[in-house]
Each structure stands twice: as structure tokens, then as C-alpha cells.
């Protein structure tokens, strides 16, 4: 699909998800033929023609101003995340279809993640493959390996369901970072594929895919259900890996002396990293 196209899409779906009433305007007592915003509302609250409008939706149009893509930012209620997300749909950056060294990992990151013993450390590609990880991480979940995609892993593997405690949350945050940390300018390969895969094995996958939505994952908190020691409710942290091509280091740990840093503590000194034998870890 071309820029243009995208942008367009992007439009389109945004558009239909907002109604009269969420910016203001009356809702008048006939049927609405269309979901969401009519073309011609968007056009006035951003303050452009009609047709104007209907060109980028249709994808005619791929040189929107400053001006312009702030003014749809603010008629469609779009968050900060989603007016960059705009912006660079329109502004694509050059960059080659696959980046030397994206799935790169460096010694020393490496060695950082393996000296964390209480810490889960995974190393994510733009494309949310993980491309390292330590012990910890995959006693913690054995979808943490190397070679795994941390997003579709989610509607592929049944156990994530039981895993994470908030799976429709983090399912619908996960879709969104795959879509906004992904590339928006030259065609992308390996994103076409996972969003291929993800749609044909999965109707969620799908739906949340369309929605457009655009997530940055950067701190919070997930509750856990892990079938060796329990509940776990660990803080996690998402940090760019500055001078890569898009690779982010996520981390989950607790907080210190409670039952989940116990916890933490006994899957680390199990000495099993989910790929082998079963651990020994006493019973609580």
C-alpha cells in the first residue's frame, strides 16, 4: 500500500470510531447512514473543503501540510502518540526494507541482561521479535526465547491467556506498539508477514489490527498467573536500545520485599529456563 493509502486508512478508521456527540456536535433525530463521523464533519471541525478531505481519505491526496495534519489531528481526538503517528504517515522516512543490524544484539547488552539475576530481561526488535533474553525471562514465560514474536505469541499460544491476568488489555496495547513502532515509510516485509499471520490465525488479531489504534509502552504494572509459583504482580519498564534500528529492552521485576520478589527469586535460583527439564522449586 502506498503512503497515501495508509494515510487514508488511518483516517477512515479513526473517523468512524468517533460519534457527533465526543466532539461536540448535535445529534440530529434521523438514522446515521454511516458509522462514526460523517467525511463532511471531519472537514469542518478541521477546518478544510470536503472534498479536500475525501481526496486523503481516498488516498488522492499524500502532501497534507502541518497545519492541515494538526487540525485532523484535533477534530479526530487524536492522543499525542497518534498526532506523531499521523504526522509520519505523511512524512515517511527514508529507510531501506530491512535496516543492516536490526536483529543485531550487542556483547554488552547481553552481558547487561545476564547480570540482572531478579530482573526478566528481553531484547525486542522495531517488529517486537524477541532477539535476546536472559534466564530469568523464560522461567518466567518460555514465549521469552529468541525467535518468538511477543505479539502474535499472544493469539497463537492459549497459555498467554491464562498467563496474563489482563490478556484483552495487553492484547489490544501489544497490537497498537506493532503498529506504531514499525516503520511507516518504505514497504516493510517483515510487518506485512506478521500482520498476514496475525490476521489469518486470528479474528482478534484482526480487529485490533484495523482499529488503528497506536500505543508507546513505556512503564506500568501486570498481574500474573504463573502455573510453578502463583500470582506475580511485577512492574515493567520498556527502554529504547539508543544507536539500533528500533530495538527496545522490556524488563519485569518486583518490588522489593514483597511476595512476588519472593517469588522472582525462587523461579531464579531454579536453575530451569522452560526449555529443558522442570525446576525443583519448593513449595510455598
Given at each position: 500500500?502506498t503512503?497515501?493509502?495508509?494515510?487514508?486508512e488511518?483516517?477512515?478508521?479513526r473517523?468512524?470510531?468517533?460519534q457527533?456527540?465526543?466532539?461536540?456536535?448535535?445529534?440530529?433525530?434521523?438514522?446515521?447512514?454511516?458509522?462514526?463521523l460523517?467525511?463532511?464533519?471531519?472537514?469542518i471541525?478541521?477546518?478544510?473543503?470536503t472534498?479536500?478531505?475525501?481526496?486523503?481519505?481516498?488516498?488522492?491526496d499524500?502532501?497534507?501540510?502541518?497545519?492541515?495534519?494538526?487540525a485532523?489531528?484535533?477534530?479526530?481526538c487524536?492522543?499525542?502518540?497518534?498526532?506523531?503517528?499521523?504526522?509520519?504517515?505523511?512524512?515517511p522516512?527514508?529507510?531501506p526494507?530491512?535496516?543492516?543490524?536490526?536483529?543485531?544484539?550487542?556483547?554488552?547488552?547481553?552481558?547487561?541482561?545476564?547480570?540482572?539475576?531478579?530482573?526478566?530481561?528481553?531484547?525486542?526488535?522495531?517488529?517486537?521479535?524477541?532477539l535476546?533474553?536472559?534466564?530469568?525471562a523464560?522461567?518466567l514465560?518460555?514465549?521469552?526465547?529468541?525467535?518468538?514474536n511477543?505479539?502474535?505469541?499472544?493469539?497463537t499460544?492459549?497459555?498467554?491467556?491464562?498467563?496474563?491476568a489482563d490478556?484483552d488489555g495487553?492484547?489490544?496495547r501489544s497490537?497498537?506498539?506493532?503498529?506504531?513502532?514499525?516503520?511507516?515509510?518504505?514497504?516493510?516485509?517483515r510487518l506485512?508477514?506478521?500482520?498476514?499471520?496475525?490476521?489469518?490465525?486470528s479474528?482478534?488479531?484482526?480487529?485490533l489490527?484495523?482499529?488503528?489504534d497506536?500505543?508507546?509502552?513505556?512503564?506500568?504494572?501486570?498481574?500474573?498467573?504463573?502455573?510453578l509459583?502463583?500470582?506475580?504482580?511485577?512492574s515493567?519498564?520498556r527502554?529504547s536500545?539508543?544507536?539500533?534500528?528500533?530495538?527496545?529492552?522490556?524488563?519485569?521485576?518486583?518490588?522489593?520485599?514483597?511476595?512476588?520478589?519472593?517469588a522472582?527469586?525462587?523461579?531464579?535460583?531454579?536453575?530451569?529456563?522452560?526449555?529443558?527439564?522442570e525446576p525443583?522449586?519448593?513449595?510455598?
Amino acid at each position: 500500500m502506498t503512503e497515501a493509502g495508509r494515510l487514508g486508512e488511518f483516517l477512515r478508521a479513526r473517523r468512524e470510531r468517533l460519534q457527533p456527540q465526543d466532539v461536540g456536535l448535535a445529534v440530529g433525530a434521523g438514522l446515521r447512514r454511516v458509522p462514526g463521523l460523517r467525511r463532511e464533519e471531519v472537514a469542518i471541525l478541521a477546518g478544510v473543503s470536503t472534498d479536500y478531505y475525501l481526496r486523503l481519505e481516498q488516498g488522492r491526496d499524500a502532501n497534507p501540510s502541518t497545519q492541515v495534519l494538526d487540525a485532523l489531528a484535533r477534530a479526530l481526538c487524536l492522543d499525542t502518540v497518534a498526532t506523531d503517528y499521523l504526522h509520519a504517515l505523511a512524512r515517511p522516512a527514508e529507510r531501506p526494507d530491512a535496516a543492516v543490524g536490526d536483529d543485531v544484539v550487542r556483547d554488552a547488552t547481553r552481558w547487561l541482561i545476564d547480570s540482572w539475576p531478579l530482573t526478566a530481561a528481553v531484547v525486542h526488535s522495531r517488529h517486537v521479535d524477541v532477539l535476546a533474553s536472559n534466564a530469568l525471562a523464560r522461567r518466567l514465560n518460555p514465549n521469552f526465547r529468541v525467535g518468538v514474536n511477543s505479539v502474535l505469541s499472544l493469539f497463537t499460544d492459549p497459555s498467554e491467556r491464562v498467563f496474563h491476568a489482563d490478556w484483552d488489555g495487553l492484547a489490544a496495547r501489544s497490537v497498537a506498539l506493532l503498529r506504531s513502532a514499525a516503520q511507516t515509510g518504505a514497504r516493510d516485509a517483515r510487518l506485512e508477514a506478521l500482520v498476514a499471520d496475525g490476521a489469518a490465525g486470528s479474528a482478534e488479531f484482526r480487529e485490533l489490527w484495523d482499529r488503528q489504534d497506536v500505543h508507546r509502552a513505556g512503564d506500568g504494572v501486570h498481574a500474573l498467573r504463573h502455573p510453578l509459583v502463583g500470582t506475580l504482580v511485577l512492574s515493567y519498564l520498556r527502554l529504547s536500545v539508543v544507536g539500533t534500528a528500533g530495538q527496545s529492552l522490556f524488563l519485569y521485576f518486583a518490588e522489593p520485599g514483597s511476595p512476588s520478589a519472593a517469588a522472582m527469586q525462587r523461579l531464579a535460583g531454579a536453575g530451569w529456563d522452560q526449555q529443558g527439564q522442570e525446576p525443583d522449586i519448593p513449595e510455598v
